[in-house]
């Protein structure tokens, strides 16, 4: 046995344990969430081929950040793998919001369960500059959940949030104008 024997099986024995219990939380928080619903599935017409009316504007890259419990942006939504960062494509449709994530299942967002959209630094460990993440505040069944969203490019952001801001309030008696683009809110 050679000199750094024990601290290289020390340091394995570290790192197994460390890993076992990030594993052993994410089961307990996956059992704590059980009775979060499943989100939305994308309408289907006949064939099974996704019914989505035209883009509301440009589609726009980016990364899907996690879902969290509104309001508790450290409150990671566990269930139906809704906390689970990747890349994805969010489009706008009239029935509602698709983030098309790269390695794990869609998130349809619909028109009516649409509570609100602005601007926010982080949620769940990925934070940036300031007021560059979406938040896109909605309702899944008795929930009232927040999903994240990281376009590539900084300059589309203020075009995606007022288009979804007035998607949420396309179906409601309030004609109120999404706020104006002004140089704090850029």
Aim: hydrophobic share 45%; proline share 7%; aromatic share 6%.
């Amino acid at each position: 046995m050679g000199e750094y024997t024990g601290a290289i099986l020390g340091t394995l024995a570290v790192i197994v344990l460390v890993v076992a219990l990030i594993l052993l939380g994410w089961r307990n928080r996956l059992r704590r969430q059980s009775d979060v619903p499943a989100p939305p599935r994308i309408p289907l017409d006949a064939a099974g081929d996704p019914e989505l009316g035209d883009f509301i504007g440009e589609p726009a890259q980016g990364v899907y950040v996690c879902t969290t419990t509104a309001g508790d942006w450290l409150d990671r939504i566990a269930a139906h793998r809704l906390g689970i960062r990747t890349n994805a494509d969010l489009s706008i449709h009239p029935e509602g919001v698709l983030l098309a994530r790269h390695g794990a299942p869609d998130v349809f967002i619909p028109a009516a369960a649409i509570t609100g959209a602005s601007r926010s630094s982080g949620m769940a460990g990925k934070f940036v500059e300031k007021d560059g993440l979406l938040v896109i505040g909605w309702m899944l069944g008795t929930e009232a959940v927040d999903t994240g969203f990281r376009p590539r490019y900084h300059a589309e952001l203020p075009g995606i949030l007022a288009r979804i801001a007035a998607l949420g309030t396309a179906g409601t008696d309030n004609n109120e104008e999404p706020p104006a683009e002004t140089k704090e809110n850029q």
